[in-house]
């Protein structure tokens, strides 16, 4: 029986590429593309001395669908229901982050209606996207239950969602110069009414899971990412924030209405897990608040600019745009040629950078603290490799 | 006739049928009611589809077990790997054979009773090991790991616990132990000996590879850990041996420190399966509840709490008895 457990000459190019080179004893362990806690087909080649981590690379590719060479051989209307499927979870930040950026080129007046509805479901997804991570995450660290507690509050906003949207998850809602439908005082009531629940959720969450002396110790100073490590990867979102960096794009560079609405920026500087973990429960009470001043500040008006191109064809020239979503900075480069399609279209992804980090910060560490390390990220696949 | 099969042996045969009846049907129950714990927990219904309020469930879950393809890994060793599961049920009817389920209801009254239980467990942790190493697979092989230091090291506070009980009745007897007890709760050695107890749960937790300690099949981090490769009924035993050992633990706990069979009223079987399932329920409820420990964490619970204080628990049982 062959017993050497080793990939040598077996495996793919990777594993090939990454054979342990001083030590005989070491392991290669291939974690991925099928793994329960890597959340989709992200795969990560592992050398483990017993359970300690002696190097990591992640392997990425796997769900690589060409979305940026979709966008050159689309228009920019069909290209539209490409974003909700980047970043499945957080999918009307990338609708912004493309229609703010077809804005900002041909220079389309949003009416403030739909600015502030659009603020309303930007922040309505991000929650959900945090409760999906939130349950993810502590299934990771071997909690089953919490994952069913978020998906009751997740199915009342996908159902809120849905009536306005026509989607529960890859949503397809904003156009260039405004929305798809109007918001009515159905919704408002739905969302009030969620928001008033929520608050009570959160502190039911508080109390059942964070408090909770294992999960602390399964977060608590476990993989610690300093500033400077976020600032060489770029990396964004809740991990600069909970490196103590309060860098978010709705504060940096404003765009719609978010200078008018009162909310801060959580930050934590302990860099680990939890301070990321606290960073995503405290954004979610920071959202039901932008939420609720958005709904009593809704003015009336049109949903969508009168004037607003059906077929728009930009003026040549490259505009970027970006938004803060749940896990970063998202951001849509684009060049027009003029054309009715974009002549290139570069999307970037927070998940990418965030990654890319896992190498250095899973260094030394456990397997299990990996694990958590590589929750406490928030990946989406799909956004890594586009 | 009865030369040739004397009347003990027939006794101890006729025994072993019963208790593989009553382990099968109990990990039918048990996988029922772990399921129904949990839909309890996470606010949903649960299974409710098969049968009236879901009872057929577990039968379904079996046939569909039964029906599987027995997979082996192209690389496994495969007399061992059909070996290992075989190997983690086989200690289970030879434990429960010393076991009093009720005031007339005991297969073999040894006096080492408790040792003979104690040593057989045991055993599983080298059917794991078999699994994890012959699989062939590298998340097997970790998952084996984990379970045989995770088992060494929790083997040693179980016994602490366990022996200022021995101590106090002066027996390895589980027929007597139970007997030396009464029928309320105030007369039961949980009573005197609540640290022993505490610990003995929390290593029984350990030992039967539950959650929070449920390392060795971590499947976050070890997808399934020893029983990766293992598919249909080899996957099936295991799962059964597990809720066996459940079984098993909870059940000396009651004899050891809640009286056993004794219970306010007619005291019987009744009242010590109420017991073991009592017990049963709380380990479900850990599992559904709390997220698991790092496995250094693990051992850190081991060797830096649970073997001093139960060495402590001992030491203080001892002088007040020699007292």
Redesign the interface.
Known sequence: MNLDLRLDGSGDFYARKFQPDLRKDRLILNMGPQHPSTHGVLRILLEVDGEYIVRAEPVLGYVHRMQEKMGEIRTYPQYLPNMGRVDYLHALAWNWAYVGAVERLMGIEVPPRAEFIRVITCELNRIKSHLLWWGAYLLDLGAFTPIMYAFADRERLMDILQRITGSRLTFCYYRFGGVSTDVDQRFIQEVRAFCHDFDERLKTFTDLVTDNVILRSRVEEVGEITPEVCRDYGATGPVLRGSGVGYDVRRAEPYSVYPRLDFQIPVYDQCDALARYLVRMDEMRQSVTIVLQALDALPPGDHIHPLAPRRPCPPPGDVYFSVESARGQVGVHLVSDGGESPYRVKLRSPSFSNLSLLADVAEGSLISDAVSTLGSLDLVIPEIDR | MMDIFPTQLIVVLAGLAAIMAFVGLNGLVLVYLERKV?GF????PGPYEVGPYGLLQPLADGLKLVGKQMFTPA?A?KWLYWLAPILSLAPVPVALLAIPFGPNLQVLDINVGLVLILAFIGLNVLAICLAGWSS?N??A??GAA?NISQSVAYEIPLLLSVLPIVFITGTLNLYEISAGQGAWPWQWHILTQPVAFVIYFICALAETNR??F?LPE??????AGFHTEYSGMGFGVFFLAEYAYMIIACSVAAVLFLGGWNGPGAAGWWWFLAKVYFLLIVMMFF???????????LLNLCWKWLIPLATINLLITALVIAL
């Open positions: 949990a927990i996470q606010r949903r690389c060793d062939q590298k998340y092989l970790l984990r959650a929070p449920d971590a499947e976050s981090e070890l997808t599992r559904w509840t709390y997220p698991r420990v790092r496995f250094d964490q």
